[in-house]
């Protein structure tokens, strides 16, 4: 599945017309009619829909929807909540055909008539406005907006929520006024906004529908996808029947401290677990021994240390291993930062920095940008601003530029972890893992996540697959462990190992 900014989806939609020759009418068509069966799933026999249409593609759609389910015996009225002027092309075509079936147009006068027309509706579908929104929502749109909002109709929205951008490039993080769906039907592609943490909530459920796109247009013009069941089914590597644990990686993790060990432990069990060949934990003799008992599969490795934290005293030998894992629960004393540093310089194969590295690589991203192996960096939206110097509110505002810019400037690959986590490569791949529940939002999470990464770097899969899979595995076993025993409550960092093995099953 894609991911689409405005500009994309009008780029995909001429080249459709005008290269491929599909016409705008039957586009329009295709997708009303396949809105139409969304919207029936939420109908019952006598259900009184009122379709509220505005100009454009998203009006038109409303005027195929509206005849569409009139022509299924539904009660069904439309609102136009443009001048009759603004209703040109295939949207006044296939408002003619709604009127010629027998259909009825309106417009609302006041306030009071719009409420009247939302309270006699069980089901308003909202095509006001699409994705070419710029600004503001204007009267009498905003009025409608306000009064749908405040109503206990069941609202469907279609391709977006009127009055939501689009994309990054809309007009802020918070300042606008949005039909708050229930539903959104969402044509061809899931629109960036849909993945944004101050829009995201506007679109209610959502679910694609198809109108006839071809595949290569969307390759065309987009390099950005949802990585979700289908895509870890399809490409998660199988074992061979005379694989042996050389075939699926040495790893190291180097982290822990005696106010932390349990970060290293868990990092440690999740790569095992997730299908690791063989792992070392790299870290002090204390706490070796408060976790060697927790991990008994492991190897282990011991650092120096100064007062509970990490030395470069002993550089660590770094040769021989498939790939290293950095930082987590390691510290930021000023000595584990060269420790870092030095790791950075050595490792002649992949390193995933998570943690207290992100904090130490920080200082000097040089050494991440000159490296000649491939580094993936894993931050959360804090370390993320921190990284970059910007406000979490910044970030959040454009995480897709951001992150892609950071890929490309640093030649790293970015996991912005998040509700939706986005992967960005320094090619210019992204794509979003929707996986995962708030049983998640818990200390710990993030150090199993850097082990399943780990391991799947060293699996036999290019680097930004092991990561979307990876992101999948980590956000698919807190699903599957709330839909069988535990709630997003009690869900704890260690459970979320035991479900790695949960995830699997689905597939093999």
């Not at 009184?48 to 759609?61: K, L, M, Q, Y």
Request: overall charge negative.
């Amino acid at each position: 599945m894609y991911i689409v900014t405005a500009k994309e989806m009008y780029d995909i939609d001429h080249y459709t017309m005008q290269e491929i020759g599909m016409d705008g009418k039957l586009l329009m068509e295709n997708a009303g009619r396949a809105i139409s069966a969304g919207v029936e799933d939420f109908l019952n026999e006598g259900s009184r829909i009122t379709v509220f249409a505005g100009s454009g593609n998203n009006g038109g759609d409303g005027f195929v929807i509206a005849r569409t389910l009139l022509n299924q015996k539904y009660e069904v009225y439309v609102v136009q909540v443009v001048q009759d002027g603004k209703i040109t092309g295939d949207a006044l075509y296939h408002k003619h055909l709604f009127l010629k079936c027998g259909g009825s147009v309106r417009t609302p006068e006041a306030d009071k008539d719009i409420n009247d027309i939302i309270t006699r509706s069980n089901v308003v579908v909202d095509a006001m406005v699409g994705i070419g929104i710029k600004g503001e929502l204007r009267d009498p749109l905003n009025r409608i907006v306000s009064v749908l909002n405040d109503s206990d109709a069941f609202t469907i929205s279609v391709d977006i929520p009127s009055g939501l951008p689009a994309d990054e490039e809309g007009f802020g993080a918070t300042e606008f006024t949005a039909v708050q769906a229930d539903c959104t039907l969402v044509v061809g592609a899931p629109k960036m906004s849909a993945f944004l943490e101050s829009t995201a909530p506007f679109y209610g459920d959502w679910q694609v529908v198809s109108i006839g796109f071809p595949e290569a247009v969307f390759q065309k013009y987009t390099n950005r996808h949802v990585w979700g069941q289908d895509e870890f089914a399809q490409t998660m590597p199988e074992r061979g029947p005379y694989d042996h644990k050389g075939d699926h990686g040495r790893g190291l993790v180097i982290g822990g401290s005696n106010t932390m060990p349990g970060s290293i432990a868990m990092t440690v069990k999740a790569a095992l677990k997730t299908g690791s060949g063989l792992i070392t934990a790299g870290t002090s003799e204390e706490v070796i021994r408060m976790i060697a008992s927790e991990s008994v599969e492991a190897t282990y490795l011991v650092l120096s240390q100064t007062n509970g934290q990490l030395t470069n005293d002993t550089p660590v030998a770094v040769e021989g291993y498939d790939a290293v894992a950095l930082g987590v629960g390691m510290g930021r004393n000023e000595e584990t930062g060269s420790l870092v540093h030095h790791t950075l310089h050595q490792t002649d194969s992949p390193v995933v920095i998570d943690a207290d590295g992100l904090y130490h690589a920080k200082s000097d991203l040089s050494i991440v940008k000159g490296r000649a192996y491939p580094t993936i960096m894993t931050p959360h939206p804090g370390e993320m601003a921190m990284l970059l110097d910007i406000s979490v509110q910044a970030l959040l505002s454009k995480p897709f530029q951001y992150s892609l810019e950071f890929a490309r400037d640093y030649n790293v690959y970015l996991v912005l972890k998040g509700k939706h986590t986005i992967i960005s490569a320094p090619d210019g791949r992204q794509a979003v893992n929707t996986t995962g529940n708030p049983g998640l939002a818990k200390g710990g999470s993030g150090d199993v996540l850097t082990g399943i990464i780990l391991a799947q770097v060293m699996q036999k899969q290019g680097i930004f697959q092991a990561l979307c899979n990876a992101c999948f595995i980590h956000g698919r076993s807190a699903e599957l462990l709330v839909e069988e025993a535990h709630t997003h409550h009690d869900l704890m960092a260690s459970d979320v190992i035991d479900g790695i093995s949960k995830v699997y099953r689905t597939i093999f």
